[in-house]
């Protein structure tokens, strides 16, 4: 694949590129480290400009409905400048900060079904080639996966992961897309709500945690979406715990019915804004005795298995949502050489 399209933007005896990720998952806000490796071709070129961009499968809500597409969120040159020789290999390392709120796209080696990937661009002679294209995997930070296990151990169940456009009103969101996670209610909740949609928003001091939840009705009322959020720190991923923490989240939602309204104004995206007043949670949260032990969210991996099956995503065991991802990426190769 990369050959024909080198082939097609460049010419016949161009050169080859491929990428190649280091190992294992990265962490949002880290770094993105590996290699580009050049191949010259049949005479020698001068390459302008290698770059890299993160790519991001999203879902968009609009009049007529929903469509999915790829949205670039991030690009980095990584090279350039140079002379590359016929027939000359060669190797040039990068390493390029994520961005905060890089979406999540897997827990403890499980695919959550959200898909990102890296391109690589090359510019020889005035032609730009949109050369590899390889799948980006992504694990929590230790507060995320610490806020998760605690939604596993409180018995909500993973339902699936999104991304969606648009921007959440009254937060520090910087992406044009925000991730979804769905949940399905812990058995002490499952009468207050059908289904809890949660929303991580990293930065460099820490997280803001956004909940959804599609409260049911009652006898005399209608169902309706109550909304929070919370800031966690990075530094208290274990020194809270998160199961009460995280259960004082849920209780605030389903026992103050009026504290947060119903059919808040929806923005761009579909996600409803926050004309309310939300609560901030810091190291003053709720004490805790360290972190928790024992199965957590990650744990599960089948369906009815304890806390959240992160291997069943809408309905697809893990095998099917690595073939989605690869179709996915299929799809992009195609239309970049359309």
Known sequence: MVFKRLLGAIGVGGPS???????G???????????????????????????????????????EGESEGSVVFERFTVGGGFRLGEEEERELPFSVPL?????????????????????TEVAVAGARDKGD??????????????VLEAFGHLGFGFRSADLEYGHIGG??????FYQE????????????MNELELTFLAAPAGVEVVLEADK????FSAGHDALTRFTVRHEDATALDWQAEVDGWIRRMTEHHDAYGSHAAYGHGGHAAYGHDSHSHGHDGVPGSGHHSGPGLGTAVAAGAAGLAVGVVGGM????????IGDFFEGEEDSDED
């Not at 996670?181 to 207050?192: N, S």
């Not at 065991?317 to 989605?324: N, Q, R």
Request: proline share 10%.
């Open 181 to 192: 996670i769905e949940l399905t209610p812990a058995p002490q909740y499952a009468h207050a």
């Open 99 to 119: 961005p905060w709120e890089t979406p999540v796209t897997e827990l403890h080696g499980q695919p959550l079904g959200v898909v990102l990937g890296v391109r």
């Open 171 to 176: 937060t520090g969101q910087r992406l044009p």
């Open 133 to 146: 294209l390889d799948p980006l995997a992504v694990r929590p930070l230790p507060v995320q996966e610490a």
């Open 17 to 23: 590129v491929d990428t190649v990720l280091d190992g």
């Open 25 to 63: 998952a990265a962490l949002p806000g880290g770094a993105l480290t590996g290699r580009v490796l050049l191949r010259g071709g049949g005479s020698a070129v001068d390459i302008e400009h290698i770059g890299l961009e993160l790519i991001a499968r999203v879902e968009a809500e609009h009049a």
């Open 317 to 324: 065991v893990a095998a099917e949502v690595v073939d989605e």
């Open 216 to 219: 049911r009705g009652g006898p």
